[in-house]
């Protein structure tokens, strides 16, 4: 018995292609999509970048709070500006908020992992706030950056070092004393 083709019906090339199909064109609507809406990462908006420089102003002019809000401002118009986060952190860490500060130099470093300022000054900021592990790992990673010019990483080196071998202040709660009814004394 000699086997025959049985020609397809429309149907059956249609269910046996559409999977394929589908998954192609899905692949092309994602690709183009990405390119339409995404913008070049040096493309920050350009009112960011004004509120920023008014921010600098406001901040060399000793008005923190006001170079704060406008740093905020700035932030908030284009989160992709890295130059906002820096000096953001450098307005908080002025006003003695160094958590808030290695925020700040966190999402710089998001937005470019590699910069070595940032990295520098969270590191100095960290042991300022007494996070020395923290400073230590930024250390080594600013170590394997460095090409040339490297003295801020042999300063910070040595900041690391001293602030090492500090020792760790520790509270120590008072032990209230008995008074002659043998209540303890109260303690404020």
Known sequence: MIATSVPET???????????????????????????????????????????????????????????????TALAVDPRNRAAYLEMARAVRSKGLNGKAIRFYKEALELEPNDQLALLEQADTMIAK????????NLARLKLLCQSDCGNVDKLAVAVQKAAEKPVLQASVAEPKPTADGQPTKVN
Not at 58 to 66: C, G, L, M, T, V
Not at 130 to 137: M, R
């Open 10 to 72: 429309i149907l059956e090339k249609i269910m046996r292609f559409s999977p394929a199909a589908i998954t192609l064109s899905l692949s092309f609507a994602m690709l183009s999509s990405a390119g339409i809406s995404k913008k070049a990462d040096d493309e920050i908006n350009p009112l960011s970048i004004s509120l920023m420089e008014q921010g600098i102003k406001a901040s060399q002019a000793k008005e923190i709070e006001e170079a704060i809000s406008l740093y905020e």
């Open 130 to 137: 007494g996070a020395i592990d923290q400073a230590k790992l």
